[in-house]
Structure formats: structure tokens, C-alpha cells
């Protein structure tokens, strides 16, 4: 079985809308066989938090350079281009 990749989902504040997020991309990647564990956080959180992360997935911009995989999106707040931000993070995840 593949190891599980952890998600660091950050917002402005770390609970709704990071919630939201956190949500559709646990329920996918599990249809599409990829396990994940989600951790959600502010994203000025996100660089005391990233040392053991796979991938940050944003809806607000986070520092730059932090070594990490980083998709900054509204896609799940709008809709918009929401089955392209998910074929992104499988990419990202099936490494």
C-alpha cells in the first residue's frame, strides 16, 4: 500500500474555508486511491508547519521558498477549475 502523503491546507484563518478544502480533497484523492492525512492551519502558520508535509494546498498566498510543493487556489470556494486543481494534487501526491 502506498504511504499515506500528508496535505497542509492553510486559509486565512485556519477554520472554514480551510475546512471546505480539507474536505473535497480528502474525499477525492480517497475515490481516486491515494491516502492522505489533511492538516489544516493559518497560512502564517504554514513554514513552522511544513517539514513533514508533501504538498500545501492554499486559499490565500503563503511565503515563498519553503521546499515544498505549493498550489495557491479559490477552485474550491468557486467551482471554477476545481477538476483541474485535483488532477494537480494527484500529480503532486503519486510522485
Excluded: H, W
Aim: charged residues 25%.
Amino acid at each position: 500500500m502506498a504511504r499515506e502523503k500528508i496535505i497542509l491546507v492553510a486559509c486565512g484563518t485556519g477554520i472554514a474555508t480551510s475546512t471546505v478544502v480539507a474536505t473535497a480533497i480528502e474525499e477525492e484523492m480517497k475515490n481516486r486511491g491515494i491516502p492522505v492525512s489533511i492538516r489544516q492551519c493559518k497560512a502564517t502558520e504554514v513554514p513552522g508547519m511544513i517539514d513533514d508535509v508533501d504538498l500545501v494546498v492554499s486559499t490565500t498566498p503563503v511565503p515563498q521558498g519553503l521546499g515544498k510543493p505549493v498550489i495557491t487556489t479559490l477552485a474550491f470556494l468557486t467551482g471554477m477549475g476545481k477538476a483541474d486543481v485535483l488532477d494537480r494534487i494527484e500529480g503532486y501526491l503519486r510522485d
